[in-house]
């Protein structure tokens, strides 16, 4: 079976600093690896996903994450995180194909203090 | 195109009682799926609908059921209310079943249940 584990529940960082979000799974088998966002009081929005071919991942917002198989680790990164990336960032993990449920890591709440 | 629309935003019942959450997903999509979060738990998947069948069920208790429209509208019900339920529901749409192959899920902004 797979799991995720995201290794920081919190995360503070100052505005213009880089900053980056660890999570690691758990898979005997491929698997698709995404990241979602959620805002204070707002649902969830995709920020990225790995699926395939080339391990760095480009998302919206200017993250970006590196898929690492041999780690098993799919990392969220910013080069320069601003206020309105303060957020809930989650890691999620499902097998290839349709028809798969996510199995969600427990979250990182990311701080960006000015 | 109009986002997923969950309805009431707020809600505040006394253990015992049922409850009812709507959710409109965008049009065009067919799959509605439940999650529960929670502070300490996280995201908990409850149940997924696509064309009015349920597809993927989590572990929750029978009091926890769900149906979908023809209209691919969704309705979550809990009956016999506890103190744990209190929690933000959220539900999340998608053009085909599952939540995890090529199409990302669009979620709404959740209803946040409050259990007294």
């Known amino acids: 079976a797979q799991s995720v584990t995201q290794l920081d529940s919190q995360v503070p960082v100052f505005e213009e600093a880089p900053v980056e979000l660890r999570c690691n799974y758990s898979s005997s088998v491929s698997v698709y690896l995404f990241w979602y966002v959620q805002y204070p009081n707002q649902g969830l929005q995709l920020l990225l996903k790995y699926l395939s071919g080339s391990t760095l991942v480009k998302g919206i917002n200017g993250f970006e994450a590196e898929f690492n198989k041999s780690q098993t680790s799919f990392h969220l990164r910013k080069p320069s995180v601003h206020i309105s990336d303060t957020a809930e960032y989650f890691c999620a993990v499902s097998l290839p194909g349709n028809n798969r449920k996510l199995i969600w890591g427990l979250g990182t709440s990311l701080a960006v203090n000015p | 195109k109009a986002g997923v629309t969950q309805t009431p935003r707020y809600l505040i019942k006394t253990r015992g009682q049922q409850v009812t959450l709507s959710c409109s997903p965008i049009?065009?999509?067919?799959?509605v799926s439940w999650y529960q979060q929670t502070p300490g738990q996280g995201l908990q998947f409850l149940f997924e609908y696509f064309s009015e069948t349920q597809r993927n069920k989590g572990n929750f208790p029978g009091r926890f059921s769900g149906r979908q429209f023809s209209n691919s509208r969704s309705e979550m019900n809990v009956s016999t209310l506890e103190l744990g339920d209190s929690a933000l529901y959220l539900c999340?749409?998608?053009?085909?079943?599952?939540?995890?192959?090529?199409?990302?899920?669009?979620f709404g902004n959740g209803t946040r249940l409050t259990v007294t």
């Open positions: 999340a749409s998608s053009p085909i079943s599952g939540q995890g192959g090529n199409s990302p899920l669009h």
């Open positions: 049009s065009g999509h067919r799959s």
